[in-house]
């Protein structure tokens, strides 16, 4: 599982930040990727980091602010008249559909894929049995959602030395096996599988927060997860501005982290007031209250599974 990140900025784009975008790497055999959020310019961040818009298979609005938002029927008409088939879905908050129908009636163009809009309210927005994602509602002006990606756990591997030595043959039924089913060999020997899988490896659980002041429900969707996704818009000096405008400052993410019990903070969404040397005092801000926080920087790469970050 990796993040990709590719716009940082909130409100406007500064000469090294672009707005809202993220892209995760959820690991999936189909080699899918998502996205969350699409402000303006976001295929052509695609197109510099080398990551492939026709696989991205879902898109996840985090609410309908232009900086999160604008750079999608682009980025749609784009994905068609590369020649991509692959069917695409998007979440977000109500008024999404009508917000993608009329971008793309108004401009005469359309999709060459199977395209679904889902308009979600909180609460569990998918299931397909490797991943949950749930919802929940924040703290801003306009509806907007955070996301809680839960990976179901991965089964144990399978003891195949010790499969082979009670002599059972590698083959079709060492699938069976490490699905935790019972076979019969032909000598009369019941073997269970479970007998001879390791213990299930826990899943990560991802936060990905839209923007938001402090509120309750962040507690919620951030508790124990691997890696939360926050915004930190402007330096703990200035929450009475950032709150008013349904932001957050450096310490209350932090504090969110600190109190969720997160392993990893990623901070992002940062004020254009700040350029390189404010960026960095940002995060010194994040890192009193929150030691594991990183920057997130415009192309920058997370790796979930080896905790580092590029």
């Given at each position: ?7 940082t900025?909130?409100?406007?784009p ?5 707005v809202?975008a993220?892209v ?6 189909s080699?899918g990727l998502?996205?969350f959020?699409?402000g303006?310019?976001t295929q052509h961040q ?6 492939n818009?026709g696989?991205i298979?879902?898109i996840?609005i985090?609410h309908?602010h ?7 029927p ?6 068609s008249m590369a ?5 695409l879905?998007l ?12 971008t793309l009636r108004?401009s ?10 889902v ?5 569990l927005?998918?299931n397909d049995?490797?991943l949950r ?15 809680r ?30 699905n935790?089913e019972?076979?019969?060999?032909a000598?009369?020997?019941i073997?269970?599988g479970?007998d ?10 991802l936060a ?10 962040a507690?919620a969707?951030?508790?124990?997860a691997?890696?939360m996704?926050?915004?930190a ?7 009475q501005?950032?709150n008013s405008?349904?932001h957050s400052?450096?310490h ?10 997160v392993r990893r903070?990623?901070i992002?969404?940062?004020?254009s007031?700040?350029?390189?040397a404010?960026?960095?005092a ?9 030691a ?6 415009d192309f920058?790469v ?9």
């Amino acid at each position: 599982m990796q993040f990709h990140f590719l716009g940082t900025s909130a409100g406007v784009p500064t000469r090294t930040r672009n707005v809202s975008a993220l892209v995760l790497n959820p690991g999936l055999a189909s080699g899918g990727l998502w996205l969350f959020d699409c402000g303006e310019a976001t295929q052509h961040q695609l197109l510099a980091a080398t990551v492939n818009a026709g696989k991205i298979e879902k898109i996840f609005i985090t609410h309908l602010h232009g900086d999160h938002i604008f750079g999608l029927p682009g980025l749609l008409c784009s994905r068609s008249m590369a020649g991509s088939q692959a069917p695409l879905t998007l979440y977000g908050p109500k008024g999404l559909r009508e917000f993608v129908d009329t971008t793309l009636r108004l401009s005469g163009s359309w999709t060459s894929y199977p395209l679904e809009t889902v308009e979600i309210d909180a609460g569990l927005v998918f299931n397909d049995g490797q991943l949950r994602v749930s919802a929940r509602r924040l703290a801003h002006p306009v509806e907007c959602y955070g996301f809680r990606i839960e990976q179901h756990d991965i089964p144990g591997a399978l003891d195949a030395a010790r499969l082979i030595a009670a002599g059972v043959k590698p083959g079709p039924l060492f699938q069976r096996l490490k699905n935790g089913e019972t076979i019969t060999l032909a000598d009369g020997r019941i073997i269970n599988g479970l007998d001879y899988l390791a213990p299930p490896r826990p899943g990560k659980t991802l936060a990905i927060f839209g923007d938001t002041g402090p509120t309750p429900a962040a507690l919620a969707l951030a508790r124990g997860a691997d890696v939360m996704v926050h915004e930190a818009t402007l330096e703990a000096a200035m929450a009475q501005k950032a709150n008013s405008r349904g932001h957050s400052t450096s310490h209350q993410a932090a504090e969110l982290a600190r109190d969720a019990g997160v392993r990893r903070l990623i901070i992002t969404h940062l004020s254009s007031r700040y350029d390189s040397a404010g960026a960095t005092a940002l995060l010194a801000e994040c890192r009193e209250v929150f030691a594991n926080t990183a920057l997130a920087a415009d192309f920058a790469v997370f790796d979930v599974r080896a905790d580092a970050f590029r």
